[in-house]
């Protein structure tokens, strides 16, 4: 009996302890206890240096909430992403390509953003009209802090060298040629020495063809509605296509991989022009802050500029409710200030996501900012149905004419086709 009686008093004293616990737990929200979000990003160090700094602003702010801050290398993001979200494991709030937000959807591992907290009106007022591309099902999934465009990296020492004015770099098309082939040096037996043009398709190179030598040529990217690929509606794609090729294929000015790939090529020295983003400023200045270079806008054909943009965003992942909901739209709200973009520009390298902000003249006017921010209102941002798919199908088009011997109109006609294909494979299930 004795026994009895103290198991009934232990098992009572417990559940009175647990609904305390439950009891605490519930006015703990309301009255402002410590709420934990976690936030994800690939690693990136200047990234993750200043998203760092940004935490603890964040946190002094709001008292009550905590941020975990939590990355993982490039190529196993999405992995983990896949392993913890459907769980309800892992981010509130997550940093990812806007190329990926379709299949993120698809997938279930992000929510709408709430529009009280983000009007779209206000979103397509302020933001520049690429980020439109992350919305789907007439929803918002993903906001920028920051945007990208891609611009011409040259090395002002090389110029001199070859004769040429370092502060009148090639506009043009056949300008960026010509530069190109008085910039080449090959060695005693033939082989490349300095790249006239670095060159590199998984770089960003696809994105240069396809955001911005298929526009200059005066084609299209994708109809209206989003479905069909207009590449070939006209000659354009072909011809920027193989304007492209042209580097490697007829002028030999560039080689795939030459100093393992463009970015180490140009960094060290040994390539004289690099078509590259803005997101790179911090890595020269951080890597090799003696290397004298300036940066243009893309050369563009008659008359015709263009250049592609890009975005890594911000979301909310589909399992997160409540308080730490709440604390999620704050902390997103804050990662989309003016003050933390103008941050974000000036230690990252990456151009504000806002009109207001990004338009400043002290970023218009800016030595190195400037050529990109100059290119935002005529920047084309690819809807991707998948990313890495697509990009792949470029680099394989690529490698059936530099490899296979395939002709560039047939590797062009296959590389339409089967995009054309992954289209009409997304659209099918929705």
Not at 200 to 207: L, N
Not at 318 to 330: C, I, P, Q, W
Not at 368 to 397: C, K, M, T, W
């Amino acid at each position: 009996m004795k026994k009895a009686f103290l198991f009934v008093l232990f098992f009572a004293l417990s559940m009175f302890i647990v609904a305390c616990s439950g009891d605490k737990e519930t006015a703990g929200e309301k009255d402002g206890d410590i709420v934990e979000i976690e936030y994800w990003q690939y690693h990136f160090d200047s990234k993750v240096k200043l998203v760092d700094e940004l935490i603890k602003e964040f946190e002094e702010a709001n008292p009550g909430i905590k941020v975990k801050h939590t990355t993982f290398p490039y190529d196993q993001f999405n992995e983990r992403v896949a392993a913890q979200v459907p769980a309800g494991r892992g981010p509130d709030v997550i940093n990812l390509f806007y190329g990926w937000v379709p299949r993120y959807v698809d997938s279930g591992y992000l929510q709408p953003l709430p529009k009280e907290a983000f009007p779209h009106e206000t979103i397509e007022s302020e933001f520049f009209p690429m980020v439109e591309s992350v919305k789907l099902d007439g929803e918002y999934w993903t906001i920028p802090t920051a945007v990208r465009t891609i611009a011409l990296f040259y090395n002002k020492d090389l110029f001199e060298e070859a004769g040429l004015d370092p502060n009148s770099p090639p506009a043009t098309w056949d300008e960026l040629v010509d530069y190109s082939i008085k910039l080449t040096k090959r060695d005693s037996n033939g082989r490349l020495a300095q790249a006239g043009m670095a060159w590199e398709p998984s770089q960003q190179g696809h994105h240069w063809f396809r955001d911005a030598l298929l526009y200059q040529a005066g084609g299209q990217g994708l109809s209206e509605d989003r479905k069909t690929i207009q590449w070939n509606q006209t000659n354009a794609g072909l011809e920027a296509f193989k304007y492209w090729l042209n580097f490697v294929t007829e002028h030999e000015v560039g080689e795939r991989n030459f100093y393992t790939d463009d970015v180490t090529a140009f960094k060290t020295g040994n390539a004289a022009m690099n078509i590259d983003g803005s997101f790179r400023i911090g890595t020269l200045q951080n890597d090799t802050p003696d290397l004298n270079y300036a940066i243009a806008p893309l050369p563009s054909k008659d008359g015709n500029k263009a250049t592609q943009a890009s975005f890594w965003s911000n979301g909310i992942t589909s399992k997160v409710e409540g308080a730490k909901l709440d604390a999620s739209v704050k902390f997103l709200q804050f990662l989309t200030s003016e003050d933390v973009m103008e941050r974000w520009l000036d230690e990252i390298g990456e151009l504000p996501a806002k009109q207001s902000v990004a338009l400043q003249d002290k970023y218009l006017n800016h030595e190195l900012y400037g050529a990109f921010i100059e290119q935002l209102p005529y920047a084309n941002a690819h809807f991707f149905v998948d990313e890495s798919r697509e990009r792949d199908l470029v680099i394989q088009a690529v490698d059936r004419v530099l490899l296979q011997g395939v002709s560039p109109e047939d590797a062009y006609k296959e590389l339409v086709e089967s995009t054309q294909a992954l289209f009409d494979e997304y659209w099918s299930k929705r």
